[in-house]
Nanobody, 120 residues
Framework: QVQLVESGGGLVQPGGSLRLSCTAE????????MNWYRQAPGKERELVAA????????KYADSVKGRFTISRDNAKNTVYLRMSSLKPDDTAVYYC?????????????WGQGTQVTVSA
């Protein structure tokens, strides 16, 4: 059974840090692009950070560049999002996503989301 389970969200003061984790099971994690998305109330879901299966050429939304870092540990089937210098605008539900297109077949898995609230 495919599962993506996020953890590490919570309430943090502006300027603080959090590390989100997403542990996967039920599919070949190391062959998937791993992404972090977020969705704030009343807004569309947006891509925050992406890391290919090779671990190279990471991609970030302009709003988080220099503050967020995505990483993965294929031995642990886990992807991380280190968030620092957090701002109230970072408040959102953060989702882990696994994506792959192989021989024309698309696989797209989502976690249940974890809430991050940045507030004094």
């Amino acid at each position: 059974q495919v599962q993506l389970v996020e953890s590490g969200g919570g309430l943090v003061q502006p300027g603080g840090s959090l590390r989100l984790s997403c542990t996967a099971e039920g599919f070949a994690f190391s062959t998937y692009v791993m992404n972090w998305y977020r969705q704030a109330p009343g807004k569309e879901r947006e891509l925050v950070a992406a890391m290919p299966s090779t671990g190279r050429s990471t991609k970030y939304a302009d709003s988080v560049k220099g503050r967020f870092t995505i990483s993965r540990d294929n031995a642990k089937n886990t992807v991380y999002l280190r968030m620092s210098s957090l701002k109230p605008d970072d408040t959102a539900v953060y989702y882990c996503n696994a994506f792959r297109v192989l021989i024309g077949i698309k696989s797209d898995y989502w976690g249940q989301g974890t809430q991050v609230t940045v507030s004094a």
